[in-house]
């Protein structure tokens, strides 16, 4: 089910924003990204990424403060980008 025609599904959506959360978490702790992104649809897949996605994220420890002389390189479609952590996560993640 969709908003509109060309939209994505609010299952794709919720995946995909469950996937974003940690392509957004993990480098502000320097550590590599994971994906619990699942192929397979289904209301109980979208209910297992999110559940996992939330026990993983659980796990990890909390960011007290943003370290700007750190910097986050990533990929902005075709583009790499670098961004300090502050930037990353207010403007690019956010």
Do not use: R, W
């Not at 502000?28 to 996605?53: R, W, Y």
């Not at 790499?80 to 996560?89: A, G, L, P, W």
């Amino acid at each position: 089910m969709t908003l509109c025609e060309d939209m994505l599904s609010l299952e794709d959506n919720a995946k995909i924003a469950s996937d974003f959360a940690l392509g957004g978490y993990c480098p502000l702790l320097d550590i590599n990204s994971v994906s619990l992104f699942s192929e397979e649809p289904g209301k109980a897949v979208v209910q297992k990424q999110l559940s996992d996605t939330l026990g993983y994220l659980n796990e990890l420890p909390d960011i007290t403060q943003l370290v700007d002389e750190k910097t986050i390189k990533d990929k902005a479609g075709v583009a790499e980008v670098e961004f300090s952590q502050s930037v990353f996560i207010h403007q690019y993640i956010a």
